[in-house]
């Protein structure tokens, strides 16, 4: 087997070096990944200026661009031939619900699965940068062995939500869809020692639907979350109502 490791929180992040010890052993391991902190990023390219890759170690590249940059520079430059799996984390934080939208490490996933290649997205759910990746990274091993990749249906990823435990305190996995989650209070304005103003984006979470099948519900009573995402967002419920609107132009 052939695997790609990527992630947004960059090459010398502590969750995807605790996946490579643990992944390692599955076969044929390549990390690409961000020279630096890309989180947030969303599915975000680079198009007006170069993207340098820099081998670190042998088959270890640090990226001066996106985790989707990442991924496209790996299956077109970097790998001798494409992977069997491609595996974006571990990140640090959730990426539950709405997350999705705005994640660097789902959308590397994304970016091997519009590729057509197998894809996990996998999160720790903490932000203590002390936390153990441990659990999270032997769950994932767990899942590139049981998973059958040949199975998994085409543009469909897995979005992967561990919680912050010890392996024996997780209750098991469930399979689950996106809850719904908004950041309140979001922006946080300051001024400079000249008095105009700059801007932090913060804020609270607030889960608005977190139903038992969600995965926010999940990773609350201490379950792994697996996700099946794709990225078509059409709303295939209302599709007839709105044709029956008969609209013109």
């Known amino acids: 087997m052939r695997i790609l490791l990527t992630n947004d929180d960059g090459i010398n992040a502590k ?3 605790v996946l490579y010890q643990h992944i390692k052993e599955l076969g044929e391991t390549y990390i690409v990944a961000p020279e630096r902190e890309r989180s947030a990023s969303g599915h975000g390219i680079t198009v007006h200026k170069p993207l340098r890759a820099d081998e670190r170690e042998k088959r270890q590249y640090a990226v001066s661009g996106t985790p989707a940059d990442c991924v496209k520079l790996a299956l077109e430059a970097l790998m001798p031939a494409p992977p069997d799996l491609i595996i974006s984390g571990i990140n640090l934080g959730p ?3 709405t997350d999705v939208l705005y994640s660097g490490t789902v959308s590397a996933a994304v970016e091997g699965i519009m590729a057509g290649i197998p894809s996990f997205a996998v999160s720790l759910v903490s932000h203590d940068g002390d936390s153990d990746f441990n659990s999270a990274a032997e769950v994932t091993a767990k899942l590139c062995r ?6 998994v249906p085409p543009e469909t990823l897995l979005n992967i939500n561990v919680p912050a435990v010890q392996y024996q305190q997780l209750k098991g996995i469930k399979i689950t869809t996106l809850g719904l989650r908004r950041y309140v209070d979001a922006v946080q304005e300051r001024k400079d020692p000249r008095g105009k103003s700059y801007y932090w984006l913060a804020g609270r979470v607030e889960d608005i639907s977190a139903g038992d099948d969600t995965d926010i519900a999940a990773v609350n009573e201490q379950f792994v979350s697996l996700t099946p995402v794709h990225f078509d967002l059409t709303n295939y419920r209302i599709l ?10």
């Open 15 to 17: 969750g995807i070096n």
């Open 240 to 249: 007839e109502q709105i044709r029956s609107w008969q609209l013109e132009i």
């Open 95 to 97: 990426n539950l619900g």
């Open 146 to 151: 049981r998973v059958h990749l040949n199975e």
